[in-house]
């Protein structure tokens, strides 16, 4: 498959997805050569806070399919509720710092993963800054220089965010899922910070459905490839611990097929160059076939 890349983005959600995760991929990154985007929480770890989803339409057929206690620890689902949310910046800026310097890009995932992804529909522009300032702040201190790219959590984006990305000047953004690259019009308005979206199902859309088995998984996946740009978003909690060896499988099957790897800021450098090839699409509110919720999705293009 000679046309086809592929990009693989870390979600690292929590504490101990950074403590325990990021680790484990770092050493199977060197195992096949490949260089991946880790994008960082980097505040406070809340994720008990996230049992208010229980309202979400979706949400209890998700759990019982990808076995969150098992996933995430009983540790990690008391943090923010009956136990104080640690700070994953300063507990672990070391392993953050080994990533890149191990050559990998990293980047913002966001401050306080939980309030991002469950509030920002609710949050005002000064609400918006606030966070995304904080995160900034932290990468800043953390790796001596600025952020060049956002992933937000969730995938739960707004023109408040935009608007943000571009006064921070960042390389690209990766907000949403979607097809293929393009800069975001959102309410109306048309922002300069190439979006690279998440074009593949996540493991959690997939794990626990009958119509994809778990030993199929990865040949589910390399079907699903397509000629140009595929984004895999993986995180650290999954992949990096309990799913560890379904993702070796997956690097294997890659490696079998030839698929060139590279990483997102080298994809986006290389677009920049011709602004005017690239399309203005649509970033509205949608749903994710096995995820509950909506989240950023591409739309209509120009």
């Known amino acids: 498959m000679p046309d086809i890349t592929l990009s693989i983005k870390i979600d690292v959600d929590t504490d101990r997805g950074t403590r325990i995760g990021v680790p484990n991929l770092l050493r199977l990154f060197d195992e096949y050569g490949i260089k991946a985007t880790f994008l960082f929480s980097l505040g406070p770890d809340n994720t008990g806070r996230a049992i208010k989803r229980i309202f979400r339409p979706g949400f209890f057929s998700k759990v019982s399919r990808t076995s969150v206690v098992s996933t995430y620890g009983i540790r990690t689902l008391m943090n923010g509720v009956l136990l104080p949310g640690p700070h994953v910046g300063r ?5 953050m710092r080994q990533t890149r310097d191990r050559g990998h890009e990293v980047g913002i995932h966001c401050y306080d993963h939980i309030r991002w992804q469950d509030g920002l529909a609710s949050m005002s522009a000064y609400e918006v800054r606030e966070e995304f300032g904080k995160a900034k702040k932290e990468f800043e201190r953390i790796f001596g220089e600025p952020a060049m790219t956002h992933g937000a959590a969730g ?49 959690d859309e997939l794990l626990g459905r009958p119509e994809y088995p778990y030993d199929r998984i990865a040949d589910h996946y390399c079907s699903l490839l397509k000629p140009g740009l595929n ?22 099957s890659l490696k079998e097929k030839s698929v060139t790897i590279v990483l997102l800021k080298d994809v986006a450098a290389g677009l920049l160059k011709d602004r005017s090839a690239i399309p203005v699409c649509d970033m509205v509110a949608g749903t994710v076939d096995g995820r509950s919720g909506t989240l950023a999705i591409q739309a209509t293009c120009v």
């Open 231 to 252: 984004v895999l978003t993986i995180h650290a909690e999954m992949e990096g611990m309990r799913h560890e060896p379904f993702f070796r499988s997956l690097l294997g």
């Open 91 to 95: 507990r672990n800026e070391g392993v």
């Open 155 to 203: 995938w739960q984006t707004n023109a408040f965010n935009c608007s943000l990305e571009d006064e921070a000047e960042l390389l690209y953004a990766s907000d949403c899922r979607g097809t293929h690259p393009f800069f975001p019009r959102v309410a109306g308005t048309v922002f300069r910070t190439l979006q690279l979206p998440t074009t593949l199902p996540t493991l």
